[in-house]
């Protein structure tokens, strides 16, 4: 136990120490700039890009992109100045100065070759200062004085050597191996202090209060007094450092880089507000050169790399790399000490910055929640009532999400855990678990309880739940599950001012009323695009409702203008947050001081100090790519006339700002080929591949935080035709086109008449053909006309030739009957009987028809096809019919009267159901 103890109170100790909350620090190791570990010198120019004096060479950093240049001998460069547009460097054996090409690049102008013996063997330039209007470049040895009107150069050699310069209030100073303390005044030394009066190497000088502070490497602060070095008290903090580099701040203070320890930053009065070493951010402990930007940005060139302090950032953050502290999954600011629930624990930390475990909490702390003066933690293994630095856990259900307060009953609070959902009473003895509300039994991570004893709780796998509670929050009495929205992964609930919010991908979703559930805004939806989404965790305060996405954090609020919500943006870059997906977690711990939960700590925002930073934007590169990787660099005032065989073109841009968690985006268009601007991007590279030919404009523009930028780059460019486009191959078109349109026009011309002539050709045989088909047809009809004349006559004279024949035996009969030789009387009956045998209808009828159907033997066939009703009497009448006869001719053959066959034509008719226009006689004479 004593050892747990002894461990215990060295976590604690370790914690205080570390819980220091920092400003951003962007650190840049050798690998991300390609170049040498160490760096001697960091400048900038009025266009605020960055320069460093590197072991390789010059690098220039824009903010996006950087570039190297080698040294003109390959040497180490020591020292870098930007002064009115040039680029100052000294190296081995060699000063001068870079200024930009037209297509953006820098090159080197040498200022020793004019110099002849002035510069000494084995010299090396370790700082450049401007000075009255001229630039002046320092050795260990001696001093040039570089006039960049005139391009003289004088030298100015002190007779002890030169250790380190500075340049205060107008003045300038140097510092020499014997620890003596000179000025120059008007090209002439003056000492200030004697050799041998200051213990140790001079690194920084800094004038206040009417004297000057000299910073000893390792020997403390010291004042010069009438030629006497006098201790003044100075940083406790750096006893025991030695110092190697430092700068006096813009706004006061100073910041003091070190061997081995980092970076001490102290304000105006001398205190330490900041240390930053590896542990927390450098590339390396041992800082070799600080330098402040315009925008107070702080560069510490150490030993293995650079690094970027954004001092003036409204952000501060904790970094746990020892992985103590854990991610932070909430916070809440109670009783004067900020709590912290991690993956680790509940911690406290006080004002004075110490940071302590609460050891009942071992484990993951989800929720931190403050409820009538009493901060009730939402842990794993149930729920904890936190007093001070002490946690009692007073309820063991597993898995605390949320809390809720219940209307009307400020006695209870209802909670959600892994397994539903369970109720806390406040009694006399304390607060206590008082039941499992019965009736759902699935994990209610979000959950908000609405008055009417209506609860809504979202499950990431099963979608939102409408319930509905008894009088006492027993049991569920009602359960609806609904169908829109539908689950998503990641989506949030919370309960904002007088309405219930549900945020997913799909979009932001508000609740009517407990039977219909949760209806789209497409108001809101619309300001939460999909794309920007990252989560669907909300977090409602006061007045505003938190969400984060993929640019940043952004809230919700009831604006001025607007009758609903309005959306604000607050330009924090969202990667650099690191804040756990699903988990993002926002306090308001000050006034307007937001503290973020992230997956290594914490990060805190000034929220009313966000810049808005004016800014302007470069175009920083222009090329244009041909055929097998060849590449043409353009300038970047203009693109020019371009050959399309390089009209594959790409553009670089940058905005010099450094801050970490704010970054620029970008918006392009291309005027000839677009009207409308890009989507806004980060990044910074915009590439046109295969440009028809044409005249061009580029326009981009940026935009930082919620400022765009002061300037819009517009870039002209042309890209030229084609050799197969080119006026004289257009030329020679027209004149191959005049061409073959006129002898496509003679032979189109010899063919149509060609083809005339066989048109005719072959009407004239198709007429005559048509003639021929024409004659024969008529012969035909003639012929088929005169065959049926002859069938007609051939059936006439069958008929009557039988009508002969009956005829003759008949009267044959009755002359062999009157010849008979018989009695005379009975001659005559048998002549009579003779007679009406052959009048006798039926057999005469039985004998035409024989003799018909051998003349017309189809007749019968046909008639009884179409009229198949037709008695034998109506074929006999047809028949007649047929032959033409009349009425009267037809009545002694049936042996009735006129009358009685115009009757039976009358019927035949209406069984043939012809028209009355219709004449019996020709419709049969046409069967």
Known sequence: MRYQLFFLLLFALHLRAAAQELPPVTPFPPEVYDAGNQNWMVSQDEAGFIYVANNEGLLEYNGAQWSRYRSPNESILRSVRAVDGRIYTGSYMDFGYWDRQKDGRLAYHSLTGDLGGRVLPDEQFWDIIPYAGAVLFQSLQQFFLYQPETGETTLLRPPGGITKTFAVDGGLYFTDAAHGLYTVEGGNIRTLLPPGAVPGAIVHLWAAADRLLLQTDSNGTLAAVDGRAEPVSGPDFL???????????????????????????????????????????????????????????????????????????????????????????????????????????????????????????????????????????????????????????????????TFQEVPGRPELLLQGNYRGLSVLERTTDGWQLRNIVEGFDLSARYLVLRAGREAYVSHEYRGVYGLRLDADYRRTIKQVAYDNPAKGKNAGLVAFRDSVYYYSREGLFVLRDFQTGFVRDDALSADLPAGDYRSGRLTATEDRLWFFTRDGIGYLHQGALREGLTRTAVPVAAGNINAPSGFENLTVVGQDTLLIGTADGYLTLARTAIPLQLHELYLTGATARGGQDTVRTLPLTAGGDIPYAYHNLTFTVAVPDYSQFFRPRYQYRMLGLSESWSDWTTETTFAFPGLPYGKYTLEIRSELGRRGSENTISYPLTVGRPWYATYTALFLYLLATGGLIYLLHRAYTNYYRRKQRVLRAEAQRTLAVRQRETELEVTRLNNERLREEIDAKNREAALSTMNLVKKNELLQQIKDDLLAGQDPKRNIREVVKTIDRNIDEAETWSLFRDAFENADSAFFKKVKDRHPELTPNDLKLCAYLRLNLSSKEIAPMLNISPRSVEVKRYRLRKKMGLDREQGLTEYILEI
């Open 239 to 401: 006893a025991g450092k030695r110092i190697y580099s430092a700068v006096t701040l813009q706004r006061g203070g100073h910041a003091f880089g070190t061997i081995s320890n980092g970076v001490y930053l102290t304000d105006a009065g001398g205190r330490l507000v900041y240390h930053l070493d590896q542990v927390n951010g450098l590339t390396n402990n041992t800082v070799l050169s600080l330098f402040q930007d315009a925008q107070s940005n702080i560069w510490a060139g150490s030993d293995n790399g650079l690094n970027c302090i954004n001092l003036a950032s409204p952000i501060r953050k904790y970094t746990d790399r020892t992985g103590q502290l854990g991610t932070v999954y909430a916070a809440a600011r109670h009783d004067g000490r900020l709590y912290l629930g991690s993956n680790q624990g509940l911690f406290v930390r006080r004002d004075d910055g110490s940071l302590t475990l609460l050891p009942e909490t071992r484990g993951q702390v989800w929720s931190l929640f403050t409820y009538a003066g009493e901060l009730f933690c939402g842990h794993d293994s149930g729920t904890f009532r936190v007093a001070g630095e002490r946690a009692e856990r007073i309820a063991s259900v597993p898995g605390t999400w």
